[in-house]
């Protein structure tokens, strides 16, 4: 047998389980640990400016492609509980990272040693496993596990805390007859799927709400021949974005209180019957239940059995990973086309595409300031299918998704439950390095922006390219426009007079200069005719210079964006007008009907 460390047989194991890439911060309880990954080579660090970053960039690079999962390493202490909102963030979205945290000596840890803290304790609740690993021969063990957790049921996130003594240990490992664990996913049986199937077909108006679990199985192409064999409207949650084209004859649009489109909702409103695949009933998706589920069936279908009936409850579940469930779906629908039993859904989703092409906003405004709402438009010709969009929360990224345009799955990364402030700089460099000849554009309002600006730097010393749009009104965008709930504007604007940038007037931080100092490159937008030569510029500069470029748009300080104040998704508030001409949507998917 082989003798090595613990932290040589950990990182031996990483390699065995197709980890190519890592991301995070040395420190001294996990230098053991940096030893061996130098040691033993094969796997590539991309050394972050902050541990939570560490853990987004794990995040994103997971996102990028199936099979991935991202790795972060952080030092005892303060480390871990950096990563606590990456972990978060993570099994929200259930996304599989691993986050390996150095801990003090084990003769010390209850001791108050320097740096010395419970991270397991602390991380277990957002985790599917959280362990301090207090003997050096179960390390392969706990790693081996980690990866069969990962990937089975419910994907999600582990941490897996290793005290330096521990690491510097000798152990018998043989990594050459090292196998990974067999993955557990459920399956859905054919009696399942048949009865589901009987219920959509003794429907008039069904919808298919697609998830983002669909995406985590890499069923998207099954998803969409389901769809095209029984001829179902899609309505993708935001998670799910992109599983089929948004020009596709069967996307119906979004729905929801803020990331929806008018024709979704409006769609949704008229169906009879929902079969939703790897969706969790998100509470900005479905608003008020008694609205969401009124007059309507359901079928859920999702990996987590405990997710069935967890919002509401549902006419019939089916507890299954979405592939498997798919390939039944598929299979049957084969069949019962083949039978001449399938109903004809042609008037419905006609309807569904005809209201696509009358319930529009608009884009195109000419104001200086700028409008949000232009920036996407110019987005939309300027960057094409190819793209793959990442953005977190707020104003900008509600905006976002209600008026740019996504192709295909994995393509829009978002981050949907826990969507902290900060996440889209290192996930987008996550999402870069995953896919270094991708197109990668990044979506930011400034306050998202600012939390997390010195992961730039990671992108400029690493050569890590992307485009970064960030939309600049000098405000809490979405937490002003919910403070017009309580008649009041408080402690919400950012704005300050910069001494060293007189020429921003009272747009404060000078995004520019800051993005330069971190050895990017960056053009600020004060006219939305200059828009579509800036993000010209962008890509030829990020290709060029293989950095992070910003383009900053400056916007008008106030604009209220189209959502519900009621928590009903049948009354979404239209704060601006709406599109009455072609020329008021010309990137619309549908040509403007009036």
Not at 103 to 122: G, N
Not at 277 to 286: D, E, L, P, S, Y
Not at 290 to 313: M, S
Not at 445 to 467: C, K, N, S
Request: charge should be negative; aromatic fraction near 6%.
């Amino acid at each position: 047998m082989a003798r090595m460390t613990a932290a040589r047989a950990a990182v031996e194991i990483l390699k065995r389980e197709g980890v190519a890439d890592a991301f995070g911060v040395p420190g001294a309880a996990i230098n053991p640990f940096y030893a061996a990954l130098k040691a033993s080579g094969g796997i590539t660090h991309t050394l972050a400016r902050h541990v939570e970053g560490a853990s987004h960039m794990a995040e994103g690079y997971t996102r990028a492609h199936p099979g991935n999962i991202g790795v972060c390493i952080g030092t005892s202490g303060p480390a871990g509980t950096d990563m606590i909102t990456g972990l978060y963030s993570a099994t929200g979205d259930s996304i599989p990272i691993l986050c390996i945290t150095g801990q003090a000596p084990t003769a010390v840890i209850h001791k108050e040693d320097f740096q010395a803290v419970d991270i397991a304790s602390i991380a277990k609740p957002v985790t599917k496993m959280a362990v301090t690993v207090l003997e050096a021969a179960q390390v392969p063990g706990v790693f081996q596990q980690a990866f069969h957790l990962m990937r089975s049921g419910r994907p999600g996130p582990v941490l897996i805390d290793l005290p330096i003594d521990v690491q510097l240990t000798e152990i018998e490992f043989d990594p050459e007859t090292y196998e990974p664990l067999p993955v557990y996913k459920p399956a859905a049986t054919r009696a399942q799927i048949e009865k589901a199937i009987r219920m959509l077909n003794a429907s008039e108006r069904p919808l298919i709400v697609a998830g983002g679990g669909i995406i985590n199985a890499d069923a998207a192409g099954l998803l969409v021949e389901f769809a095209e064999l029984t001829g179902t409207p899609v309505v993708p949650t935001l998670m799910g974005w992109g599983l089929l084209p948004d020009d596709h004859e069967l996307n119906a649009g979004m729905v929801g209180l803020q990331t929806s489109h008018r024709y979704g909702n409006a769609t949704f409103l008229e169906s009879d019957f929902v079969l939703g695949i790897g969706n969790r009933w998100a509470n900005r998706h479905t608003g008020k239940l008694d609205v969401y589920t009124a007059g309507r069936t359901f079928v859920h279908v999702d990996i987590e059995p405990t997710q069935i009936g967890r919002i509401f409850a549902p006419d019939y579940g089916i507890a299954s990973d979405a592939r498997a469930a798919l390939e039944l779906f598929v299979e049957v629908a084969r069949e019962l086309k083949a039978a001449g039993a399938l109903p004809d859904r042609s008037a419905w989703a006609g309807a569904a595409q005809e209201r696509k092409a009358t319930l529009q906003r608009r884009t195109h405004f000419d104001d200086i300031p700028i409008k949000p709402q232009r920036v996407y438009e110019e987005m939309n010709k300027a960057f094409g299918p190819e793209t793959r969009y990442v953005s977190t929360i707020g104003l900008s990224q509600i905006a976002g998704a209600q008026m740019l345009h996504v192709y295909r799955p994995r393509h829009w990364i978002n981050c949907g439950q826990a969507g902290p402030l900060g996440w889209t700089v290192p996930a987008a460099l996550g999402v870069a390095k995953a896919d270094p000849e991708a197109s990668v554009v990044a979506l930011s309002g400034d306050y998202d922006f600012q939390f997390m600006l010195e992961e730039l730097a990671v992108g400029a010393q690493h050569r890590i390219p992307y485009v970064h749009v960030l939309v600049n009104n000098s405000y809490l965008g979405l937490i002003r426009q919910a403070q017009r709930a309580f008649e009041i504007d408080f402690q919400v604007n950012l704005e300050f007079e910069n001494l060293n940038s007189p020429e921003l007037g009272v747009y404060g931080v000078d995004h520019v200069k800051v993005a330069e100092g971190l050895g990017c490159k960056a053009i600020r937008v004060t006219d939305p005719a200059e828009l579509a030569d800036a993000f010209e510029q962008a890509k030829k500069l990020a290709a060029e210079h293989r950095v992070p470029v910003v383009v900053e748009a400056i916007l008008e300080r106030v604009t209220n964006i189209s959502m519900s104040t009621t928590n009903d998704i049948g009354n979404v508030v239209e704060f601006e007008e709406i599109a009455t001409e072609p020329g008021h949507a010309p990137t619309s998917i549908r040509t403007l009907k009036v």
